[in-house]
T-cell receptor, first 114, second 112 residues
Framework: QKEVEQDPGPLSVPEGAIVSLNCTYSNSAFQYFMWYRQYSRKGPELLMYTYSSGNKEDGRFTAQVDKSSKYISLFIRDSQPSDSATYLCAMSAYRGSTLGRLYFGRGTQLTVWP | NAGVTQTPKFQVLKTGQSMTLQCAQDMNHEYMSWYRQDPGMGLRLIHYSVGAGITDQGEVPNGYNVSRSTTEDFPLRLLSAAPSQTSVYFC???????????FGPGTRLTVT
């Protein structure tokens, strides 16, 4: 079983829709969670990061962590065509430690059509 | 602040040739890493470094070499290129291991 599972999609939604992107994980030690956005032929760009459980909001983006279910989500409100990209989740167990490797999901491809 | 820079952007090699992919960061980050990204495979860690003079292997290290003589630079060497090394290569850095990483723009490598 992979450490981090992410549905590759593709996911196609109309402009203005609420998008939900999800990852599940198996390692209960994970406590730092990140979301990256990757446009075609570009490097991944850090969108948000959260620590432990709960929600974090940044503009139209909300990151949610449910450690009891080992499940994280990224919600995009009022989606725009410019949100069309691949979204990757990433997580780590420890910071500043040799055990602190980042584990990435394979990414979900999102298209928002006008 | 340029962040993480990579050169070249594109490269075509013949089987057996060697080359070095360059990576530099200006954020004074301790941790630097190299990934390759292939369709359907996601990001796979090749090598990483937790500080100048310290490197270690990731998931897919065979055929690649790294060194870290300064905090800023982390070059990746392909010793004898093979078609299986055709991929997009990303360099990333973070404050320390386990922290959020910042990626460069990538190098698209084709080995014929």
């Amino acid at each position: 079983q992979k450490e981090v599972e992410q549905d590759p999609g593709p996911l196609s939604v109309p402009e203005g829709a609420i998008v939900s992107l999800n990852c599940t994980y198996s390692n209960s030690a994970f406590q730092y969670f990140m979301w990256y956005r990757q446009y075609s032929r570009k490097g991944p760009e850090l969108l948000m990061y959260t620590y432990s459980s709960g929600n974090k909001e940044d503009g139209r983006f909300t990151a949610q962590v449910d450690k009891s279910s080992k499940y994280i989500s990224l919600f995009i409100r009022d989606s725009q065509p410019s949100d069309s990209a691949t979204y990757l989740c990433a997580m780590s167990a420890y910071r500043g430690s040799t055990l602190g490797r980042l584990y990435f999901g394979r990414g979900t491809q999102l298209t928002v059509w006008p | 602040n340029a962040g993480v820079t990579q050169t070249p952007k594109f490269q075509v090699l013949k089987t057996g040739q060697s080359m070095t992919l360059q990576c530099a960061q200006d954020m004074n980050h301790e941790y630097m890493s190299w990934y390759r990204q292939d369709p359907g495979m996601g990001l796979r860690l090749i090598h990483y470094s937790v500080g100048a003079g310290i490197t270690d292997q990731g998931e897919v290290p065979n055929g690649y070499n790294v060194s870290r003589s300064t905090t800023e630079d982390f070059p990746l060497r392909l010793l004898s290129a093979a078609p299986s090394q055709t991929s997009v290569y990303f360099c990333a850095s973070s404050y320390r291991q386990g922290y959020e990483q910042y990626f460069g723009p990538g190098t698209r490598l084709t080995v014929t």
